[in-house]
């Protein structure tokens, strides 16, 4: 396996970003990743303009490293950080590798930090210490392509044909419980932003271990609007479940993040339980009745008998 290789483009700003940035390659190229600085890579004589096209062009992954001041900078197309985003963007045109450009996030919000070519990307933050460690696993799993991937299919195996209300609930009593997988980056979609409301706001869907029952379904969106636990943030009625995806509509990354995971895991969890709750009462209702048709055959033999 080769060593994949990075570029880190960020603005000079001042010494503690040159030092921050220095600190972040250092310990990736530690990890494995090949990652090229202008600190290490740049000596006078060099021709900048070529440095750059170079490395964005040549390296299998570019690092952008979003603050105020890179933000800034790249939209006013201005200074070695303009240039930058000039080729990244004519390089995103040409090619259509969106993967290939990771926004990181060191200072400030998406919002702030981010230039708006990068809008709607799903971003690695590094800004706050407490998350810096799993955020970072994050960064490192997608360059080393060590990221979950599904499991490989089993074989098809003839089953006997079973009626659709009998095959419905062996598969229910089967089942092992739900769970959510992760994100599915790809499929996030990006804020139409023209100012009306909710324009801001995105569409996410949430990968799930296996496809869930109808009635799961609708335990799940009980749950979700109506949660045992949530935050003044909470936003009922925007969860759906679309064969094995769930989706909210109508939220952002950082809401998902901040306020919704939670909650969704919380409303996961409900379905779960409430389902598993009514599969063991109609078992225990299936004995029931199975144990009274026993008995009347048994008085049916009897009667017979006599």
Request: hydrophobic residues 35%.
């Amino acid at each position: 396996m080769s060593n994949p290789t990075a570029f880190i483009s960020y603005a000079w700003e001042s010494t503690e970003a040159q030092k921050w940035v220095k600190d972040l390659a250092t310990k990736l190229r530690t990890d494995g990743i090949d990652v090229k600085l202008d600190q290490w890579e740049v000596v006078p004589g060099d021709q900048l303009p070529h440095f750059m096209e170079k490395s964005v062009r040549e390296n299998d992954f570019v690092l952008i490293v979003c603050t105020l001041k890179y933000k800034e900078k790249s939209e006013k197309r201005s200074g070695g950080v303009g240039y930058e985003g000039d080729v990244m963007t004519a390089e995103v045109l040409q090619k259509s590798n969106h993967r290939k450009f990771i926004p990181i996030i060191k200072s400030g919000t998406k919002d702030t930090a981010m230039p708006s070519w990068l809008s709607g990307k799903y971003y690695i933050d590094l800004s706050d210490e407490e998350k810096y460690i799993s955020n970072y696993s994050d960064l490192k799993a997608t360059l080393l392509n060590s990221r979950e991937s599904a499991p490989p299919l089993g074989k098809i195996r003839a089953t006997p044909k079973l009626s659709a209300s009998s095959s419905s609930k062996q598969d229910e009593e089967q089942q092992p419980p739900i769970k959510i997988t992760g994100i599915l980056v790809d499929e996030v979609t990006e804020p139409r932003n023209d100012g009306s409301s909710g324009s801001a706001l995105y569409r996410i869907p949430f990968n799930l271990n296996q496809t869930p029952s109808v009635e799961w379904v609708r335990l799940f969106i009980n749950a979700w609007d109506r949660p045992s636990r949530f935050t003044s943030m909470h936003r009922p009625g925007i969860a759906s479940v679309h064969g094995s995806k769930i989706i909210l509509d109508g939220t952002s990354i950082e809401e998902v993040e901040k306020y919704h995971k939670d909650t969704l895991k919380l409303a996961v969890q409900t379905a779960n339980q409430k389902l598993s709750e009514v599969l063991l009462e109609r078992k225990e209702l299936a004995k029931q009745k199975e144990k009274q048709r026993e008995q009347h055959q048994k008085i049916l033999m009897i009667s017979v008998n006599v």
